[in-house]
């Protein structure tokens, strides 16, 4: 019965993505007839709305209108904190619509936030890029709106495991006999061996945070329908700041050991020290570069090769092929499913590892 609770699940969330598809082609078939000379299927463009961070969550497309909902934009301006909501673009990706507010103009090119230009609109360098300033923007984006959410989850399940824990010492029950087998996993075979039955309880809040906030954070991102469809690991300044966190408790607990092996690293002739450290140094800083980009590009990757697979339906423009791409897709689904999770657990091991290096007592 679970087996087949998760298959339809599975192809429910297909189904939605299959319809998403369907209302963007039929979109683009609507306005090429206003616009005969682009009719091709733009799937890199498809692909870009459904991975990309929004001011907006978009539930449906009904009667060729966007039915969405919109999100608190916050900026900090030239002239202090402005607030508007982002229906406000009319679901403008493009420039053309300019939001006033007192003397300023704002305007929304491919999701980013400008200050529109002496036209009402954006313009663009030699190069092709946007050439606008922009303001310090704050907005509760989908990612953002979904960190919320994980973390009002991790806060309602925890709390009540840990008071559970101080009132008595038997057996825990309901959600904490479910998760207390991972907590120990995250205990036993991630903290103690890599940093050190000693020191290990010291770092054991952060480890096991990490941990789920990126498990679940990529779980309910593999859900296709609001309030989910944000995935916290598709952007890389979420998984750049908890590559930082990793990167600043490992030099700020780093002991004597640690930062003689940077600087004098043992067993090699103090003529090589001049290269040495140099090396030592950028290898401090290649460590939570390398965390970033693993965890940001492999979420991501899975969610374009799904799109791309679904998007084959409309380049080839028959239905022969779907059967093909559904399955496939279905195949990457589950195989998404196992990524969410060892994304979580390798990002925990490294981080005690590299931790663990830096504690660790040189003899």
Known sequence: MIIVGNSFRRFFHLALLFCSFGAFAQDQHTHSSEAPEDTSFDATKLINSH????????????NGKAISL????????????????????????????VVERGDQKFVRYQDEIYYADANGTVSF???????N??????????????LMITAIIMLLVFIPIANSYKKNNRAPKGISGFLEPLIIF???DIAIPNIGEKKYQKYMPYLLTVFFLIWLGNLIGLIPFFPFQGTLTNDILFTGVLATFT?????????????????????????????MIPVEVLGMFTKPFSLMVRLFANLTAGHIIILSLMALIFIFETAWISP????FSLFM??????????????FTLLSALFIGQAVEEHH
């Not at 310090?136 to 979904?146: A, D, E, G, R, Y």
């Open 51 to 62: 991975i990309n961070d929004s001011h907006e969550f978009h539930i449906a497309d009904w």
């Open 324 to 327: 093909v791409s559904i399955a």
């Open 125 to 131: 360098d030699q190069e092709g890029s946007v050439a």
């Open 186 to 188: 995250v205990r036993d």
């Open 247 to 275: 990167f600043l408790i490992t030099i700020f607990s780093g002991n004597k050991g640690y930062w003689g092996h940077i600087f004098a690293t043992p067993g090699v002739p103090k003529w090589l020290l001049p290269i």
């Open 333 to 346: 689904y589950g195989l998404e499913l196992l990524v969410a999770a060892l994304q979580a657990y390798v």
């Open 133 to 146: 300033s922009r303001p310090l923007n704050f907005s509760i984006t989908k990612n953002v709106f979904t």
């Open 70 to 97: 919109p999100l608190p934009v916050i900026l900090w301006t030239e002239n202090g904190l402005v607030t508007f909501m982002s229906s406000e673009f009319h679901h403008d990706e493009q420039g053309k619509v």
